[in-house]
Structure formats: structure tokens, C-alpha cells
């Protein structure tokens, strides 16, 4: 675990080091809301685009990989969804379990992205770009459809359309994909200025992680965020590897898909909420116990995982 543990750090040492940005005064507090909007529409958007255009994809079973991520994710919403009586008669309100949805079934890419280059290199890199493009429109397809049922707003199918459609990330990811199969030359200049623009992302992205969390809401957690942490950092992982495994993979392909499973919720759920009906603070307290939480479970996702690999 000690390798793992190490390859992680500086990973998380970017997330610490916009926390205390975040709190720096010299800095303009105004600054962080552009940031955070450059990144959810151009930057995130741009390397999803350049990962997806450049990826070799024929060492990948696709397939595999579509139905063990589609599926879980799937699995996990479907799980949530028939427990709403539950919460209900455990008076969790409509906002609040909109929030435990979210951050039950949303994923940081950004973490994910950053882990897999880190620990595996350009293939693990292009696996988990494509298991964001496979699950992003059903992770925003289940998730804004709650929001839109149980947020406490207007249940309008036009608003839930619209956000499905002018998601970024979606957009980037779709045009990504269609320019790799097609067989489509960017010209050079372009595709390079592209990839620049990517390159920055992963590092910012981090920054930007750690500043949207709320420690003050994570020192004294309602319980019922406890829950979440769970599912998203233990059972997804398990169900997601389980559901690997039992496809056929194997090795490095295995060590990713567990990893990308088992990395914190995606901050851009948090905006969700507030824009939605969806309980925010809820929703930033979890985000960021499940950060803290995720640099000690990532380690141990990913070495029962080697062991299940046989190495």
C-alpha cells in the first residue's frame, strides 16, 4: 500500500494546497467562481476531447468496460431510488436525499484522471476518459431527473432536456470520441493549443477541488452524511470491480476501473444543488469528508484489487 499511498500524495497535496489558497486573503475571493466556470466549460470539456481524440482504444474491451460502468452506476441509482421510502420514513427531506443521490453516484474525474496518469501512464489515462464518456450522460441523466422530481423546483421535462444536453463535459466528450472513430485530422496547431489548454486542467482541477470544500461543515457532520461516504467510497468500488472482474478483466485495466470507482464525488453536483432545490450544504459536507476519507481508501481499494488481480 506504501507505493500507492506515495503515488496518490501529490495528488491530494494540490487538492490541500487550494484549500488553503481558498483562505488566502491576498488572493480575490471573487476570483474562485471564473475558475471554477473556466474549468466546468473549457477546461474539463477540452480534456475529455484531447484524451478521447488521441486514445488508442483497440487494447480496450470496450464493451466490457461499457456494460461493468454503465451497468453499476446504474445498479447503484436504481438501489438509491427504490430506498426513497426509507429515508422518507426516516424523515430525510426531498433537498437532502437529492444531495445523498449526488454524492452517492457522481465521481471527480479530475481525481481519477489525475491518479491514472500518475499510477498507470497514457492507457489507464484513455480507460478512464472512456468510462467518463460512458457514464456521464447516465450519471447526469439519473441525477438532474432527481433533482427535478425531489429538489422542491418546477418538474419540467424541458429543464431536465436542457441540462442534458448543454453539459460540457457531454458535449466534450461526444465530439471526442466521433473525431477518434472517424478517423477525423485535427490541424496540428489547433489539436496542440487543445492539448495545452488540457494539460493545465488536471493540475487546476485539483486546486479547484480543494477549494470548493467546506471544512467547517465536515468538523461536525450530520450522520445522515455518513451514509454517502460509504456507498460512494466502499460500495461503489465493489460493485464496480466485482462487475469488472466478472467480465473478464484483468491486471492494469482492473487496478483502474477500481480506482476511478473508488475516487470522491464531482464538486460540480454542489452547483447542482444550489441551482435545483438540492440541500448544498448537505452536499459540501459530504464532498468533503469524502475527500479526506478518499486519500486512505483509494490505497486499500487498490490493493485488494491487485491481490484479486493476482498482482
Not at 52 to 77: D, K, M, Q, R
Not at 124 to 143: D, E, K, M, Q, R
Not at 189 to 218: N, R, T
Not at 293 to 301: D, E, G, K
Request: proline share 5%; charged share 10%.
Amino acid at each position: 500500500m506504501l507505493p500507492i499511498f506515495e503515488s496518490i500524495l501529490p495528488v491530494f497535496l494540490l487538492v490541500v494546497l487550494g484549500t488553503l489558497l481558498k483562505r488566502w486573503r491576498q488572493i480575490d475571493r471573487d476570483m474562485w467562481n471564473g475558475l471554477e466556470q473556466l474549468g466546468f466549460f473549457v477546461l474539463f470539456p477540452c480534456l475529455l476531447f484531447t484524451t478521447l481524440a488521441n486514445a488508442e482504444f483497440s487494447g480496450i474491451a470496450a464493451g466490457s468496460v461499457a456494460l461493468g460502468s454503465i451497468g453499476s452506476v446504474t445498479l447503484i441509482a436504481l438501489l438509491l431510488a427504490i430506498c426513497w421510502p426509507l429515508f422518507r420514513a426516516a424523515n430525510v427531506s426531498g433537498p437532502a436525499y437529492t444531495s445523498i443521490f449526488q454524492t452517492s453516484t457522481r465521481w471527480n474525474a479530475f481525481i481519477a484522471l489525475a491518479i491514472a496518469e500518475k499510477l498507470y501512464g497514457p492507457q489507464s489515462l484513455a480507460l478512464v476518459a472512456l468510462v467518463a464518456t460512458l457514464i456521464i450522460i447516465p450519471i447526469n441523466f439519473y441525477n438532474i431527473g432527481i433533482l427535478v422530481w425531489f429538489g422542491g423546483g418546477t418538474r419540467s421535462l424541458k429543464t431536465f432536456l436542457h441540462k442534458i444536453v448543454t453539459n460540457p463535459m457531454i458535449i466534450g466528450s461526444v465530439l471526442g470520441v466521433a473525431v477518434n472513430l472517424a478517423g477525423i485530422r485535427i490541424y496540428d496547431p489547433l489539436m496542440q493549443a487543445a492539448e495545452q489548454v488540457a494539460d493545465a486542467s488536471l493540475s487546476l482541477g485539483l486546486i479547484m477541488v480543494g477549494a470548493g470544500l467546506k471544512l467547517a461543515d465536515a468538523l461536525r457532520p450530520r450522520p445522515l452524511a455518513m451514509l454517502p461516504v460509504v456507498l460512494k467510497l466502499l460500495f461503489m468500488p465493489l460493485v464496480m470491480t466485482g462487475a469488472a472482474y466478472a467480465l473478464g478483466m484483468r491486471g492494469e485495466p482492473l487496478l483502474t476501473i477500481a480506482m476511478g470507482a473508488s475516487v470522491p464525488t464531482a464538486m460540480n453536483g454542489y452547483v447542482l444543488a444550489k441551482q435545483m432545490g438540492g440541500d448544498a450544504p448537505l452536499y459540501a459536507a459530504v464532498a468533503t469528508l469524502q475527500t479526506i476519507a478518499s486519500f486512505f481508501t483509494i490505497p486499500i481499494v487498490l490493493a485488494a484489487t491487485a491481490y484479486l488481480a493476482g498482482g
